[in-house]
């Protein structure tokens, strides 16, 4: 644990770098799961006496402050997670920041205004990242790395601020890296990888990849029509990425040549507009008419799915089937969710990643218990799955010399 690692942090300002960027709807959270997974860590470090100060980002502001991006909702719910008042700062390094941090007692915890509001964190430019990290690091005695969904990122809070301060892993990376580690290097077999999600050109890398490892590709959600039209299917007014349709059928080919099945949908749930309930009606994949778009894979294909994932000893589920945050395009990705719900039961390893699919099984009221695994990274965990370097874990492997002692 980070403790482990950093040594007694009692009296010592621990700058905890966690990802709380949830989904809000105006200022409520609709699913806290990120929050959840960052509280262990926090509070292990508070219990053993330091003074916690935590920094994160909320969705992607131009590195100024804009309201609706303020971490301020999530400092709520992170203080009744934990039982204990957290201290809102109003800036990030600036005087509210630095206020805020001189006032804490040991064991207390602070949240700082979301760390993208200055332009210094996600800056491509070496030295200006850096010199935002001199201010962060100026906050505090020793860094904590715990935001798993942010590791793939380069940035001032996630990487340089390692290089400046004792630093450890978080215990929910280590988890984190830990499962996806059991994925890449020896999955039991079948493997079966389940994609999701609106674009296509997302998920070039991590497809790939898995063309030489997963023995099964179940492809739904938005991305689904490009691969579609790529079979020379009509996709009607559904998404459609046309440049990636030689992508697509390179990736059909390749599929057939290496022996990996690829299964796609069979029927779909389409509508006359986005989100129109009202005109829900179910088609064949090869006959979507000119009029409408598919909003979510359909009852048969759900079957098809299922009974795909029947076996298998390895999963990993990443995007939503469908539009599933309304009910008559949820059924697809239902379906899903279902089937790995009982790779446990057979021994199994079923692993959900990405925020949105991770919403979406907590949203459609699964209980997160019947899965191996809900991973709070989205591109963090396709990276990974990739065989991509991330920068906030190399960094943190670079440097041996991280005690708080000597
Ligand atoms: C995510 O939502 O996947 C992480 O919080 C990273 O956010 P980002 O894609 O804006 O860097």
């Given at each position: 644990t980070a403790t482990d690692t950093l040594g007694d942090v009692r009296g010592k300002r621990v700058l905890v770098r966690s990802d709380l960027n949830v989904p809000l709807d105006g200022t409520t959270i609709t699913d806290d799961g990120r929050i959840r997974a960052s509280v262990p860590t926090i509070k292990a470090l508070a219990d053993a006496g330091a003074r916690v100060v935590v920094t994160a980002h909320l969705g992607r502001?131009?590195?100024?402050?804009?309201?609706?991006?303020?971490?301020?909702?999530?400092?709520?719910?992170?203080?009744?997670?934990?039982?204990?008042?957290?201290?809102?700062?109003?800036?990030?390094?600036?005087?509210?920041?630095?206020?805020?941090?001189?006032?804490?007692?040991d064991g207390q915890v602070a949240l700082l205004e979301n760390v993208r509001f200055n332009a210094g964190e996600t800056s491509k430019?070496?030295?200006?990242?850096?010199a935002f990290a001199d201010q962060l690091a100026a906050l505090a005695d020793a860094f904590v790395s715990d935001g798993f969904g942010v590791v793939h990122r380069k940035q001032a809070s996630v990487y340089d601020v390692a290089q400046r301060l004792p630093h450890a892993m978080g215990n929910l990376v280590a988890t984190e890296i830990d499962v996806l580690r059991r994925l890449t290097e020896t999955p039991e077999r079948p493997y079966v990888v389940v994609l999701g999600g609106s674009k296509v050109s997302d998920k070039l890398g991590v497809i790939d990849n898995l063309?030489?490892?997963?023995?099964?590709?179940?492809?739904?959600?938005?991305?689904?029509?490009?691969?579609?039209?790529?079979?020379g299917h009509e996709v009607g007014k559904s998404l459609l990425e046309e440049d990636q349709i030689p992508v697509?059928?390179?990736?059909?080919?390749?599929?057939?040549?290496?022996?990996?099945?690829?299964?796609?949908p069979t029927d779909i749930v389409v509508a006359d507009s986005f989100g129109d309930e009202a005109s829900a009606r179910v088609v064949a994949a090869d006959a979507i008419p000119a009029e409408s778009l598919g909003l979510d894979i359909g009852p048969e294909s759900g079957k098809a799915f299922a009974a795909a994932l029947a076996d298998a000893k390895t999963v990993f589920w990443n995007g939503?089937?469908?539009?599933?945050?309304?009910?008559?395009?949820?059924?697809?990705?239902?379906a899903v969710a279902e089937a790995l719900t009982k790779t446990g039961d057979l021994g199994g390893l079923s692993v959900v990643g990405g925020g949105d699919s991770a919403a979406a099984v907590r949203t459609l009221?699964?209980?997160?218990?019947?899965?191996?695994?809900?991973?709070?990274?989205?591109?963090?965990?396709?990276?990974?799955?990739?065989?991509?370097?991330?920068?906030?874990?190399?960094?943190?492997?670079?440097?041996t010399d991280s005690g708080l002692e000597g």
């Open positions: 502001p131009k590195g100024a402050p804009e309201d609706r991006y303020s971490l301020a909702p999530v400092a709520a719910r992170l203080g009744e997670l934990l039982g204990a008042p957290v201290a809102f700062a109003t800036d990030t390094v600036g005087e509210s920041a630095q206020g805020v941090v001189a006032g804490l007692a430019d070496d030295a200006e990242r850096g063309l030489g490892k997963a023995d099964k590709l179940l492809i739904g959600g938005g991305m689904v029509f490009t691969f579609l039209k790529a079979q697509c059928l390179e990736y059909l080919k390749r599929a057939a040549d290496t022996g990996v099945e690829i299964i796609l939503p089937m469908g539009v599933f945050e309304q009910a008559a395009f949820a059924e697809g990705t239902r009221g699964f209980d997160e218990a019947a899965f191996g695994h809900i991973s709070t990274g989205g591109g963090a965990s396709l990276e990974y799955l990739e065989g991509k370097e991330l920068p906030g874990i190399t960094v943190l492997e670079a440097r």
